[in-house]
C-alpha cells in the first residue's frame, strides 16, 4: 500500500517482496512475540523494505530482485527485534553485536 500511494504504480513483485520482508523480519523472533507484535514486526519490514529499495535506487546500487532489502534490511529488523522483545538489555546488546558481525 506504501509503493502505491507514493508512487502510484502497482507491481506484484514489490507486493511479494513487501510479504516476505514481513515473514524474514519476524523469524528470528517468532517464538517470543505475541500476535500483535508480530503484525506490527510485519508492518514495520514492509516499510524498511520500501525505504531500503528506494534508497538502493537513489544511490544507483544495482540490485534487481531487491534481495539486500528483503533479506539483508529485514533480517537486521528482525534480529534487532528479537533482543528488544525479550526485554534484558544485555540480551539486545548481544543482538547488536551479533548483527554487527553479521554486517563485517
Known amino acids: 500500500m506504501l509503493s502505491i500511494s507514493i508512487d502510484h504504480t502497482q507491481s506484484v513483485s514489490t507486493l511479494a517482496n513487501g510479504l516476505l520482508a514481513g515473514l524474514v523480519g519476524i523469524t528470528a523472533s517468532c517464538d517470543v512475540n505475541s500476535s500483535l507484535v508480530s503484525m506490527l514486526v510485519g508492518v514495520v519490514s514492509g516499510s524498511v523494505f520500501f ?16 534481495a539486500f532489502s528483503v533479506h539483508g534490511a529485514n533480517g537486521l529488523v528482525g534480529v534487532m527485534v528479537s533482543g ?7 540480551i539486545f546488546i548481544g543482538c547488536c553485536i551479533g548483527a554487527l558481525f553479521i554486517i563485517v
Do not use: A
Open 51 to 66: 525505504f531500503s529499495s528506494r534508497l538502493l535506487k537513489y544511490l544507483h546500487i544495482d540490485d534487481p530482485l531487491d
Open 84 to 90: 528488544l522483545v525479550r526485554g534484558d538489555w544485555q
